[in-house]
């Protein structure tokens, strides 16, 4: 893994896998049809604890428009589009979605 990675422990992990379908409905038949694209898209919404500075090292990775994430299921890197990121600094409590970019 080359460049700077940053390691967020006890944080909680939340997968949603989505297929991608295209509905197909048949004007003069009965209903419609699903066909199946064959492809996947996958949300990670993390959260947990961070301090302030951790937090301000996440807001320039979000900031730089490239993030690469390690799937901790699967245990390979992904390149993802960090879509929201959140932070309580009363609390310290953080959520970060991250969407799959398939390349």
Known sequence: MDGDWLQLDNCNIKLEIR????????????G??????GAESMEFTLNGHIDVPTYLK???????????????????ELK???ARLRFDS???????LLIEDVV
Do not use: H, K, M, N
Not at 66 to 74: A, L
Not at 90 to 96: L, N, P, Q, R
């Open 32 to 37: 419609d049809d699903l066909l199946d694209q």
């Open 19 to 30: 297929r991608r379908y295209q509905r197909e409905v048949a004007r003069d038949g009965e």
């Open 90 to 96: 009363e609390a310290d409590e953080f959520e970060f």
């Open 58 to 76: 996440v807001q320039t990775i979000f900031r730089s428009g490239t993030c690469w994430f390690i799937d901790p299921f699967e245990e390979r």
């Open 80 to 82: 993802v589009c960090f």
